[in-house]
């Protein structure tokens, strides 16, 4: 099982990014797909989940409006889409499934800086 995430880096404030997670090794479209985030010296929290449906969606409060998530079960990827970016969003993005079983992947830096 793998969980490959990319498409983190740094990023002005304002700007956007669009996170994608390659998973292997599980049946990915009966797995609800979900994105967490982990800034330095605090816990880690829950950004935003899809259902394994792909209809349904949640986000945190912080990111509504802004962060986008969806789904390609023809290619076994999860996707973030992050659009006016602020510095507080600066953290390490780890997707994760949620099913059966649990899997996270290794995680991808995001800074959002001047």
């Known amino acids: 099982v793998q969980l490959v995430e990319s498409g983190g880096g740094l990023v002005q404030p304002g700007g956007s990014l669009r996170l994608s997670c390659a998973a292997s090794?599980?049946?990915?479209?009966?797995?609800?797909m979900s994105w967490y985030r982990q800034a330095a010296r605090k816990g880690r929290e829950l950004v935003a989940v899809?259902?394994?449906?792909?209809?349904?969606?949640n986000y945190v409060d912080s990111v509504k409006g802004r962060f986008t998530i969806s789904r390609d079960n023809a290619k076994n990827t999860v996707y973030l889409q992050m659009n006016s970016l602020k510095p507080e969003d600066t953290a390490v993005y780890y997707c994760?499934?949620?099913?059966?079983?649990?899997?996270w992947g290794q995680g991808t830096q995001v800074t959002v800086s001047s």
């Open positions: 899809i259902f394994s449906g792909g209809r349904s969606t």
């Open positions: 994760k499934a949620n099913g059966q079983y649990f899997y």
């Open positions: 090794g599980f049946t990915f479209s009966s797995y609800d």
